[in-house]
Every structure is written in C-alpha cells, then in structure tokens.
T-cell receptor, first 115, second 113 residues
Framework: KAGVTQTPRYLIKTRGQQVTLSCSPI?????VSWYQQTPGQGLQFLFE???????NKGNFPGRFSGRQFSNSRSEMNVSTLELGDSALYLC??????????????FGAGTRLSVL | AQSVTQLDSQVPVFEEAPVELRCNYS??????LFWYVQYPNQGLQLLLK??????LVKGINGFEAEFNKSQTSFHLRKPSVHISDTAEYFC???????????FGKGTTLSVSS
C-alpha cells in the first residue's frame, strides 16, 4: 500500500505570494491532518479534515486554509506569504474515526522557502 | 490543555550503548502517547504507541517505552543503539479524540563509533 504522498517536495516563493500544497492520503484513510515544522516553534498542528469537513483547527491565522476532496485528497493554502511561513509542512492521514486506534501516518513533507 | 516536555534536546551516545530519551506530558484528560522518529529530509515515522493496556510497549527497531501514569512520563529506551539510530525523536500526545497531536520539541540522538 502506498504511503502518504505530498507534492511538491520543495517550493520557493516570495513574500506576498500564495501557495497551495497537496496531500494524497493512504488508500482508505479518510482523515487528513496538517502540521507546520520550524526550528523555532517545532511541530505545530494546523488543521484536520474528515469527510471533506474541517473537524479541528490549531492556532494559526486565517491566511492558512485547507480543504479536502471527496477522494480524501487534501490541499492547504497559504495566502500573502510571510518570511516566517518558511517551514516544512507535513501531512498525516489516519484510517479511523475519532477514538482508539486513530494513528497518524506522515508524508515526507513539503519544504517551503519564502524569500 | 495538553503539553509535552522532552527533557533533553541532544543525547550523544556511543554505538552499542543503551539510551533513554525522556518525555513528560501534562493533560487533564486521558491521553494516547506516541514516539515518532525523523531522519534528515524525511517525514515522521511512528516508532511506537500507547493507547491502553500494558504500560510497557514495544516498537520497531528494538525500541520500547514505558507509560507511567503517576509520573506522567513516557520514556523511550533502547538497550543497544546503532549508528543508524542517529535521528531526531519526537514524543507526542493526543486526547481520546485523536485528531490533533501535540509534540515535544524533539531530542536529537547522535550515535558515534
């Protein structure tokens, strides 16, 4: 079974631009979560989608948004990029609804550099 | 609110020595606990998890961890490390809903010969 696939692996953008990152979950997984990893703040939860609905959201500004499609693939969008948005963005998928056994499996990430 | 503290940011050890990476958590509700490993330029790989039952859990690559509810700890151990274990290790917690992981700051394990 293929793992979580994130595209692209690397991105370079300039301040003020917007960017869209893509995540394909493991086949059969319906929950997709996004995380931001930076040297200063570590790993922080952005949001989680299940059956095309955002179920949970971390403490990030509205410039960060996401969506999930009917095939469970997910995208996240960052508008009006700032230098501080430079980070590794990780996507994780899990197979079960809330509750015991909701294990998250991570993709390799998209490294975003904002110049 | 939940939080995770990894007590050591860096742990240098020699090959074949034992190692313990320490993790403490804070939560007002029952939690699930996880250890993930991250190799350079890669995502996170699940090492092991505690959901319920036996407090000693075994994971991949010879790692194990013990859940201690009274001390709110979930330390990771390996009796003999290899050069290939050099990586960053993250302890994480989620509530029973399990939709968001709260991570510690990570511990860099450096194994030398």
């Amino acid at each position: 079974k293929a793992g979580v696939t994130q595209t692209p692996r690397y991105l370079i953008k300039t301040r003020g631009q917007q960017v869209t990152l893509s995540c394909s979950p493991i086949s059969g997984h319906r929950s997709v979560s996004w995380y931001q990893q930076t040297p200063g703040q570590g790993l922080q939860f952005l949001f989680e989608y299940f059956s095309e609905t955002q179920r949970n959201k971390g403490n990030f500004p509205g410039r960060f948004s996401g969506r999930q499609f009917s095939n469970s693939r997910s995208e996240m969008n960052v508008s009006t990029l700032e230098l501080g948005d430079s980070a590794l963005y990780l996507c994780a998928s899990s197979s079960l609804d809330r509750g015991i056994g909701n294990i998250q499996y991570f993709g390799a990430g998209t490294r975003l550099s904002v110049l | 609110a939940q939080s995770v503290t990894q007590l050591d940011s860096q742990v240098p050890v020699f090959e074949e020595a034992p190692v313990e990476l320490r993790c403490n958590y804070s939560s007002s509700v029952s939690v699930y606990l996880f250890w993930y490993v991250q190799y350079p330029n890669q995502g996170l790989q699940l090492l092991l998890k505690y959901l319920s039952g036996s407090t000693l859990v075994k994971g991949i690559n010879g790692f194990e961890a013990e859940f201690n509810k009274s001390q709110t700890s979930f330390h990771l151990r390996k009796p003999s490390v290899h050069i290939s274990d050099t990586a960053e290790y993250f302890c994480a917690v989620s509530d029973k809903a399990g939709t968001a992981l709260i991570f510690g700051k990570g511990t860099t394990l450096s194994v030398s010969s």
